[in-house]
């Protein structure tokens, strides 16, 4: 079967954050293991696997994905990988209704090549800095968010752009934190300029020192900022070593997240369900 490697939320090849898609022409998944099985072969952040569904279920598609360690219920980066590829393969003309583990996620491509996301938006509870943070991130938070259940990630807010961007976080000890993971933000330094704020987001605990780029914890990181900044649209630059922007605008429990993606792999599987 045919699977295709994206670089999405990135303007050009090499940046933003890869994923690999593999569109099914089954009526179903395989096995969860032929899925993680490849999920690790593929060894990206994630790797989204997709099937069409029945017309006029309330979806069009059914999507999972995978990191090469585990399941995860919201991922932004392979979603829009994975919309970005119903596009070019010429599947999806316009707003396509994926399926997912959290509820329908809707994918609009327009037609500069840009793709908005609907996904459910974060909440956020201000909580005591846990016990362990400070040390594994090797900074000061300023304030720390519990995120929503779906979710799963503490955001810490740091002093400036500075400090999140040369954070060298002890990765042992954040696999010990609770929840799926960190994500770091601060004030960009020249919000007047191409971004707002910047994060960055570590996963030890499901395979991923490191993220490149993390649609997912801009639902999050949305309504954070635009109530620090009074501002319902912003743009987030993730700056991990590859780098990439999220457009993030809040409509109350959903946030529209937009980006662009290419890709720079496409080939062949050769190795179906039957072999794993």
Not at 3 to 24: K, M, S, T, W
Not at 170 to 182: C, N, S, T
Not at 239 to 257: H, K, P
Not at 260 to 268: H, M, N
Request: aromatic residues 6%; charged residues 20%; negative net charge.
């Amino acid at each position: 079967m045919r699977i295709r490697i994206v670089d999405a939320f990135a303007e050009r090849p090499f940046e933003g954050n890869p994923a690999g898609v593999l569109l099914l022409d089954t009526a179903g998944f395989p096995s969860d293991s032929w899925l993680r099985q490849v999920a690790a072969e593929v060894n990206l952040s994630e790797t989204a696997f997709a099937h069409p569904l029945p017309p006029d279920g309330g979806a069009d598609w059914a999507l999972r994905w995978f990191t090469p360690e585990a399941e995860v219920a919201l991922c932004g980066h392979a979603t829009l990988a994975t919309a970005h590829v119903l596009r070019s393969a010429g599947l999806a003309a316009g707003p396509v209704r994926l399926r997912t583990l959290s509820g329908v996620l809707t994918a609009d491509a327009h037609a500069d090549g840009r793709i908005t996301l609907d996904f459910p938006t974060s909440t956020l509870t201000r909580v005591p800095v846990p016990d362990g943070v400070e040390k594994a991130l090797g900074a000061t938070p300023v304030s720390v968010h519990a995120t929503s259940e779906r979710l799963g990630d503490l955001l810490v807010e740091l002093a400036d752009e500075r400090t999140v961007r040369e954070l060298a976080p002890d990765v042992d000890a954040l696999r010990h934190l609770p929840g799926r993971g960190v994500v770091a933000t601060a004030a960009a330094a020249r919000p007047e300029e191409e971004y707002a704020y910047v994060s960055r987001a570590f996963y030890p605990g499901i395979g991923l020192s490191e993220d490149p780029v993390t649609g997912s914890a801009h639902t999050a990181l949305a309504p954070f900022w635009s109530a620090r900044l009074g501002r319902e649209t912003l743009t987030g630059f993730q700056a991990s070593a590859r780098g990439g922007r999220v457009v993030t605008s809040l409509r109350g429990d959903r946030t529209l997240l937009t980006g662009t993606a290419v890709t720079v792999v496409d080939g062949e599987l050769r190795a179906g369900p039957a072999d794993g």
